[in-house]
């Protein structure tokens, strides 16, 4: 498969994950995983699980609220099981195929991805969250290979439901006018996304770390474009609202390069990537890949057979 040979070479998947209702079965992300197959070649990449950190709630107080991180000691109980279950994993495929990297305390998405880029080595990586499945085929082997050959593309965004209409969204709502830009020959396209978001996107990994993380003047302890416990998107959004917004225009949107893929086929009009409900116990009955009732259901090897390791 050219296509797995190429990807493994350039880009690493890293998948973050924390609590969920569903724990310690692993369907969630076996699911995620087993919807690699609508992106050929990216099941023979390296997968890079990050697993964030938890909050125990106190004594007589409210049930997990896992967004924000917080676990009763029986969540907190379940998690610690389903991470033990991905680290079986990695120790019968090899670190050089699946690793697991578990935050001793809470840092969010935004910081755990920031972690889990100090186990990446290619020149690109796809962020993946553990409630983000594919829908419908992606390209992934042409994007990477258009964005080494257009360094100002930095980052693309997979179609979401939220961004499948972003050309209208922006025109609407902020007055701006935004084109699609080719991508040489290469038949693809893309078009300026002017607001960060953290659903599935494929991002130069020297960019992520040297932009996105980038430390403020004197301050090494602070990453000023990505709050402390929080989402990329909360903060970097509206920082590139402003930019765009300012006196620059849209010429701001330079030092971000953030992208969003435009497919020009039939179903370029419908996600590509879509959302899992992990709060729903009974969601892993509607699962095409995994069962809640059986959490080795589905294979992370994150590498086919054929595909000769690095």
Sequence with gaps: RPEAIYLREQLTVLLTTSPVALHPSTCL????????EHAPGLDACRLVVVCDGYTLTGAGAEASKYRKGLVDEDSAARYCE???????????LGEENFAVLALP???????AV????????????CVVQHDRSFLRPCPM???VRAMQAHPWCKYVGLPTRKTVDHKQYVLSKYGLRISEQPLGDSGMAVLPLLQWYDSTHVMETQHYRDFVFA???NRKDLCWRVAAGGFIEDQMAQLMLRD??????LAAHAQYGTFLLVDPTPSGTLPMVGHLDGRD????AKFKYAQADAPEAADLAGQGPDVPAP
């Design 105 to 111: 305390t809470r840092h969010g998405f935004g910081h």
């Design 215 to 217: 430390h403020k003047p």
């Design 114 to 125: 920031r972690r889990g880029l100090e186990l990446v080595g290619t020149p690109f990586v």
């Design 281 to 284: 116990q009974r969601c892993g």
């Design 244 to 249: 765009v917004r300012g006196p620059q225009g």
């Design 141 to 143: 082997a042409e994007v």
């Design 82 to 92: 389903y991470i033990d279950r991905l680290r079986e994993r990695s120790v019968a």
């Design 29 to 36: 992300v076996d699911e995620v995983v087993g919807s690699f």
